[in-house]
């Protein structure tokens, strides 16, 4: 079994990976560490598990009766919390935030599984992907693979309100975000540089800029987004290479027809679809931004740096109905 500690326990991630952990027939949890939250039952907090677990938050963090810890903090506390607590050197550790998705001095591979898979199955260090980041980069890198990236790329995309964290504030109020739309950090939202690094990383060059336009949506859970390519290639080509890029993909699938948020919540698939108009390249891509966004992607992570069968623990029901 892969003993696994947790550290960030009580929020939204936190409670997202308990769950799949729970649920996993090659782990168990050792520690889920939340200083607030200390002796409490972590069925308490997420109480989606009532009846799943007795399992209790804890203080204490036993780093040496683990295999690999997960870093369930919010963005700019993994580098400090490793400046001031030391880690045995054979735990693996895969960081939720954003601290080391961009290389860097530090030994951390970026665990976008669709263009890193070896480099994750070999790593004792993994920084795993933004939501934003994962839908936009699963909808432009086959476009990159086939050198399209030449201009201008627009992006628009859409969240749910999970996406902002489980600590209230006002755009996350019920009252403020039903029935309502709004956007945020336009054109400088923190994902665009590791989305430009692994576009660099497949087309081997990026000078065009990507335009992205963050949205608040008026639900829980999921990101869709949709992409604009300018480029005269045939669509019949752009299909073939977009199937074929993710014919191996345990999670990442094209469909021939529109694509729509709830055949992806709820599980760790990311869907992807083309449609030409014109010399404009419509790429359209969508995923549960807590899963194939966040933990079902970085317990996809664990499976890989362990050796085992990547879907291993991950394969749900999307809430289509």
């Not at 007795?54 to 204490?60: G, I, P, T, V």
């Not at 060059?205 to 005269?232: E, H, Q, W």
Request: hydrophobic share 40%; glycine share 8%.
């Amino acid at each position: 079994m892969i003993r696994v500690g947790i550290l960030g326990a009580a929020g939204y991630t936190g409670g997202e990976l308990i769950r799949l952990l729970l649920n996993h027939p090659e782990a168990e949890i050792v520690f889920a560490n939340s200083e607030s939250n200390a002796g409490n039952l972590v069925s308490d907090v997420h109480e989606g598990l009532i009846g799943e677990t007795d399992l209790r938050f804890s203080l204490e963090m036993p780093f040496d009766q683990v295999d690999v810890v997960f870093f369930c903090f919010g963005h700019g506390k993994s580098e400090q919390f490793l400046k001031e607590h030391s880690i045995p050197g054979n735990v693996k550790i895969i960081d939720l935030a954003q601290d080391f998705r961009i290389k860097g001095s530090h030994d951390y591979v970026y665990g976008l599984p669709e263009i890193n898979r070896e480099a994750i199955s070999q790593a004792r260090h993994v920084a795993n992907p933004g939501c934003f980041a994962t839908c936009i980069q699963v909808a432009l890198l086959p476009a990159a693979y086939l050198n399209l990236l030449k201009e201008d790329v627009a992006v628009n995309a859409i969240t749910g309100s999970t996406g902002a964290g489980q600590k209230p504030g006002p755009t996350t109020h019920f009252s403020w975000r039903t029935d309502n739309l709004s956007i945020y950090k336009p054109f400088q939202h923190q994902h665009v540089a590791e989305i430009r690094q692994s576009l660099t990383q497949v087309q081997g060059y990026l000078d065009a800029s990507i335009d992205f336009i963050p949205y608040r949506g008026n639900f829980a859970r999921g990101i869709f987004c949709t992409c604009v390519v300018r480029t005269k290639a045939p669509e019949a080509d752009i299909v073939e290479a977009y199937k074929d890029f993710y014919a191996d993909a345990a999670f990442t699938h094209y469909s021939d027809k529109p694509i729509d948020l709830k055949q992806v919540v709820n599980t760790n698939k990311a869907l992807v679809h083309c449609e030409k108009h014109g010399d404009k390249l419509l790429v359209t891509s969508c995923i549960d931004n807590l899963l194939k966004g966040a933990v079902g992607q970085a317990v996809q992570n664990m499976n890989l740096m362990f050796g085992i069968d990547e879907r291993t623990g991950l394969r749900l029901k999307p809430s289509a109905f």
